[in-house]
């Protein structure tokens, strides 16, 4: 078995759609930054890498290249996966915080752990999210997602 864990942030910013796990949140700020800003993707991206030893996502995808702007980053998660498949492991399970002060996430949590579960081609029941906010952090203009998952060898 692996374990990887990732970590990811970007800043809200005005006039550009919320994007979480591969899912349109209603919110009047979206995610600035690298790519769709789809925090919570970039972070089980860097989890997937992690547990394989592989280079991370900004090594793989540099924000400087053009390409990647305002690219969707399920692209990003599949480039994982066809990796960590090629290595010889398959995702048995993985776990999320987000931390952020709004919007809730409740109310839309099931859909992005449908999406999510289906990009990472598991049942929906081997992704976890939870959401909390940043009590004392200061970190009320930012997202947050932190990520572990667990790969076991894969069956030929
Ligand atoms: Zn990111």
């Given at each position: 078995m692996r374990i990887g864990y990732g970590f990811d942030s970007h800043e809200f910013r005005k006039g550009i759609p919320l994007k979480i796990g591969g899912v349109t949140l209603a919110h009047d700020r979206g995610l600035g930054g690298h790519?769709?800003?789809?925090v919570l993707l970039h972070a089980i991206t860097d989890a997937l890498l992690g547990a394989i030893a592989a280079p991370d996502i900004g090594a793989l995808?540099?924000?400087?290249?053009?390409?990647?702007?305002?690219?969707?980053?399920a692209i990003f998660l599949r480039e994982a996966l066809k990796r960590v498949r090629d290595t010889g492991y398959e995702v048995a399970n993985m776990d999320a915080t987000l931390i952020l002060a709004?919007?809730?996430?409740g109310p839309q949590a099931a859909e992005i752990r449908t999406r999510v579960a289906e990009l990472l081609g598991v049942?929906?029941?081997?992704v976890g999210l939870k959401a909390k906010t940043p009590e004392g952090l200061g970190t009320e203009n930012a997202a947050i997602a932190q990520v572990v998952v667990l790969l076991e060898k894969s069956h030929g």
């Open positions: 790519s769709d800003g789809d995808f540099p924000p400087s290249d053009a390409k990647w702007k305002g690219a969707d980053s709004a919007p809730k996430i049942k929906s029941d081997c």
